[in-house]
């Protein structure tokens, strides 16, 4: 009985020492810039603005028309990088101003973008003349 309990514990021990010398992960902090933030919130805005476009009932209305759903395109934008997000942005600022028929011609030009950049990146197969490189 006390062999059992002298190779249990020297086993026990042996776990304990093995368990000791496992390295963990080094946790790494850096200094973050004031430009970093700033890109970070304007990446952030560049979201929301294009999110609360596509929230719009005329272009989701286009958007159905063009055989897109509402959640399927704010997916879309989910995945887009940051200069993409700033260039659909920057559209958004230069559509059409005033009246139904600029709304829905600036919708459309939105969604025509939208969809054209999702089939240069491979997520969709919308355009014949859009070919991605990802194949």
């Known amino acids: 009985m006390k062999t059992f309990f002298k190779k249990s514990a020297i086993s026990l021990l042996a776990l304990f020492i093995g368990l000791i010398n496992v390295q963990m992960p080094v946790a790494q902090a850096a200094i973050v810039t004031t430009d970093q933030v700033l890109a970070m919130q304007d990446t952030h805005a560049d979201r929301e603005r294009v999110i609360s476009f596509l929230d719009?009932?005329?272009?989701?209305?286009?958007?159905?028309?063009?055989?897109?759903?509402?959640?399927?395109?704010k997916a879309r934008v989910a995945h887009l990088n940051d200069?993409?997000?700033?260039?659909?942005?920057?559209?958004?600022?230069?559509?059409?101003?005033?009246?139904?028929?600029?709304?829905?011609?600036?919708?459309?030009?939105?969604?025509?973008?939208?969809?054209?950049?999702?089939?240069?990146?491979?997520?969709?197969?919308?355009?014949?003349?859009?070919?991605?490189?990802?194949?």
């Not at 897109?68 to 395109?73: N, Q």
């Not at 600022?93 to 240069?120: K, M, N, R, S, Y």
């Open 56 to 73: 719009r009932a005329d272009v989701q209305q286009e958007l159905v028309k063009q055989g897109v759903s509402p959640d399927e395109a």
């Open 83 to 135: 200069e993409e997000l700033a260039m659909l942005s920057g559209n958004i600022d230069e559509l059409p101003a005033g009246g139904f028929v600029g709304a829905l011609i600036g919708a459309g030009l939105f969604v025509f973008v939208v969809l054209l950049i999702t089939d240069l990146l491979g997520f969709t197969d919308v355009f014949p003349f859009a070919h991605s490189h990802a194949h």
